[in-house]
C-alpha cells in the first residue's frame, strides 16, 4: 500500500514539473526586443538648461552605455537634436 501512495506521489509531482515547464515563458519571449524604453526629456533635465548631462541621464537609469549612443555629437550632454521621438517624449 505504501509502494502504490508513493508511485502516485511522485507521478503527481513529475506532472506538475512538466506543466510548469510548458506554461512558463521565457523571459528573452516576456519583453521584446524591439519593445525599448522611453525617456522623459523635460523630466530629466533638473536644472533646464535644454541639456541632459551624464549625472541627470544616470538618476534616471540611463548607463554609460546608452548615454555614449544617444550623446552623439561627444559633448556630454544628451540635446534634443540628438534624440529620435520614438525613445523620448518631449
Given at each position: 500500500?505504501?509502494?502504490?501512495?508513493l508511485?502516485a506521489?511522485?507521478?503527481?509531482?513529475?506532472?506538475?514539473?512538466?506543466?510548469?515547464?510548458?506554461?512558463t515563458?521565457?523571459p528573452a519571449?516576456?519583453?521584446?526586443?524591439?519593445q525599448a524604453?522611453?525617456?522623459?526629456?523635460?523630466?530629466?533635465?533638473?536644472?533646464?538648461?535644454?541639456?541632459?548631462?551624464?549625472?541627470?541621464?544616470k538618476?534616471?537609469?540611463?548607463?554609460?552605455?546608452?548615454?555614449?549612443?544617444?550623446?552623439?555629437?561627444?559633448?556630454?550632454?544628451?540635446?534634443?537634436?540628438e534624440?529620435?521621438?520614438?525613445?523620448?517624449?518631449?
Amino acid at each position: 500500500m505504501n509502494k502504490v501512495i508513493l508511485t502516485a506521489l511522485l507521478g503527481l509531482g513529475f506532472s506538475v514539473a512538466v506543466y510548469a515547464q510548458q506554461t512558463t515563458t521565457p523571459p528573452a519571449a516576456a519583453k521584446p526586443a524591439a519593445q525599448a524604453k522611453k525617456y522623459d526629456f523635460k523630466a530629466m533635465d533638473t536644472d533646464g538648461d535644454g541639456k541632459i548631462s551624464r549625472a541627470e541621464a544616470k538618476k534616471y537609469g540611463i548607463t554609460d552605455g546608452e548615454f555614449k549612443v544617444f550623446d552623439k555629437d561627444n559633448s556630454g550632454y544628451i540635446t534634443l537634436n540628438e534624440i529620435s521621438k520614438e525613445s523620448w517624449s518631449m
